[in-house]
């Protein structure tokens, strides 16, 4: 599977009920932990981007790599930066952190739209817009996202990214698969406050588990 995912997890966290909201718990796992199983159906490399690494070192497999930015306070782009450099594959499913219910099944059909139309990403409309924190994203967007830092002091948007490179924002209606994220738009929900994490609670019975599910035991953790 040749395709690094990437969960872009930035900097200082803001915490609900007492934790970083990656680690709160849904059904018999952490937000974190169901995200990694889903990416895991599809990628071969899982890559975590943060300014704070320690926060996840007991939280994660070792296959897992926990990277930093070489660009510090630049958001989430200089995230971005980071795993295109250092990715294994061409390819990378990018994701913010706290979204629970990502879909292995959306972003591979994200990744053949890349792949027939040989464009730089593929990215799933949302509300009409192009939603950037579920796209596919090739490596070779990296001098452009590298250039866009380094050109200014200030924090790059994704909207200007988006200008740059030669992406789709691809309508979901028109995409094969499951229906599932079409009706409710799931994969897009970023948890940050505790009205969210009450709407991930809620549509947690109503979504299948993962197929994998990892425990921690001691400063391991294990995949059944």
Same mark, same amino acid.
């Given at each position: 599977?040749?395709l &690094?995912?990437?969960?872009?997890?930035g900097g200082t966290k803001?915490?609900?009920?007492?934790? &970083?909201?990656d680690l709160?718990?849904?059904a018999?796992?952490t937000?974190?932990?169901?995200?990694?199983?889903?990416?895991?159906?599809?990628?071969g490399?899982?890559?975590?981007?943060?300014?704070e690494p320690?926060?996840?070192?007991?939280?994660? *497999?070792?296959?897992?790599?926990?990277? &930093?930015?070489?660009?510090?306070?630049r958001? *989430?782009?200089g995230?971005?930066?980071a795993a295109?450099?250092l990715?294994k594959?061409?390819?990378? +499913?990018?994701?913010?952190s706290?979204?629970?219910f990502?879909?292995?099944e959306l972003?591979?059909?994200l +990744?053949?739209h890349?792949?027939l139309?040989?464009?730089?990403a593929?990215l799933?409309?949302?509300?009409?817009?192009?939603f950037?924190l579920?796209?596919i994203y090739?490596?070779?967007c990296?001098?452009k996202?590298g250039?866009?830092?380094?050109?200014?002091?200030?924090?790059?948007?994704?909207?200007?990214l988006l200008?740059?490179?030669?992406?789709?924002?691809? *309508?979901?209606?028109?995409?094969?698969?499951e229906?599932?994220?079409?009706d409710?738009l799931?994969?897009?929900?970023?948890?940050?406050?505790?009205?969210?994490?009450?709407?991930?609670?809620q549509l947690?019975?109503?979504?299948? *588990?993962?197929?994998?599910?990892?425990?921690?035991?001691?400063?391991?953790? +294990?995949?059944e």
């Amino acid at each position: 599977m040749m395709l &690094t995912g990437v969960i872009l997890a930035g900097g200082t966290k803001r915490t609900i009920r007492g934790t &970083t909201a990656d680690l709160l718990p849904l059904a018999s796992e952490t937000l974190l932990e169901r995200q990694i199983g889903e990416m895991g159906k599809l990628c071969g490399e899982i890559i975590i981007v943060t300014e704070e690494p320690r926060l996840y070192l007991e939280h994660v *497999p070792r296959s897992v790599r926990i990277i &930093t930015d070489f660009f510090p306070n630049r958001g *989430p782009l200089g995230g971005l930066h980071a795993a295109l450099a250092l990715s294994k594959y061409a390819y990378l +499913w990018v994701t913010g952190s706290a979204m629970p219910f990502i879909s292995a099944e959306l972003a591979r059909l994200l +990744w053949e739209h890349v792949l027939l139309f040989q464009e730089e990403a593929a990215l799933p409309e949302v509300g009409g817009t192009a939603f950037p924190l579920h796209g596919i994203y090739r490596q070779s967007c990296l001098h452009k996202v590298g250039d866009m830092i380094e050109s200014s002091s200030s924090e790059p948007r994704w909207e200007a990214l988006l200008e740059r490179i030669a992406c789709h924002a691809v *309508p979901l209606d028109g995409l094969k698969g499951e229906t599932a994220w079409r009706d409710d738009l799931a994969f897009s929900l970023r948890i940050s406050s505790e009205a969210e994490y009450e709407k991930a609670l809620q549509l947690c019975p109503s979504i299948q *588990p993962p197929a994998h599910n990892y425990w921690q035991r001691g400063r391991e953790l +294990w995949l059944e």
